[in-house]
């Protein structure tokens, strides 16, 4: 709601000094989207949030603060498969990162695509290998397809 006040805040400067909002709207497009976009996803309106970011992301693919939150709404959605593709997005973009590797796996989990999910966490083992968490996701992920005897040496 305090987006929504922003913007009306916004639109009353705008009115005073005679001018319109569509002349706002006109001069930073994506600025507006983005606090519509914000606006929906504080309402808990996941797919008018998550529409909103997608016309933000349309003309500005490299937001990476719009790709996070466009992230964070897919996931309310459980929209798995468009969230791994911005997660991708958000690699090609910063880098591989640890978080964005985390969430890859943990999303690959819940599709349950248990092959793909290993070689995302033995990844982030390589980014990270002191992360205890990570290991155990390795050794229940060689569990799962049948490799025990590389779980057993994960659990180590």
């Known amino acids: ?4 006040k922003a913007l009306l805040d916004r639109q009353e400067q705008i009115q005073k000094q005679g001018t319109s909002i569509s002349t706002d709207i006109e001069a930073d497009p994506l600025a507006v989207w983005r606090t519509i976009a914000d606006i929906h996803f504080r309402l808990g309106q996941w797919q008018d949030a998550a529409n909103a970011y997608q016309t933000c992301l349309n003309d500005n693919l490299n937001s990476e603060n ?3 939150q466009y992230f ?5 959605l459980e929209d798995w498969p468009t969230a791994l593709d911005v997660l991708g997005k958000l690699i090609q973009l910063t880098g591989e990162s640890p978080m964005y590797l985390n969430a890859i796996g943990t999303i690959l989990l819940r599709m349950q695509e248990y092959e793909a999910a ?4 033995l990844q982030l083992n390589r980014l990270q290998p002191e992360v205890i968490e990570t290991r155990r996701k390795i050794a229940s992920l060689y569990a799962k397809t049948g490799k025990l005897d590389e779980a057993q040496k994960w659990l180590l």
């Open 118 to 121: 290993l070689q995302t966490y």
């Open 72 to 76: 964070k709404t897919l996931e309310k």
């Open 1 to 4: 709601l305090t987006a929504l």
């Open 66 to 68: 719009v790709l996070k």
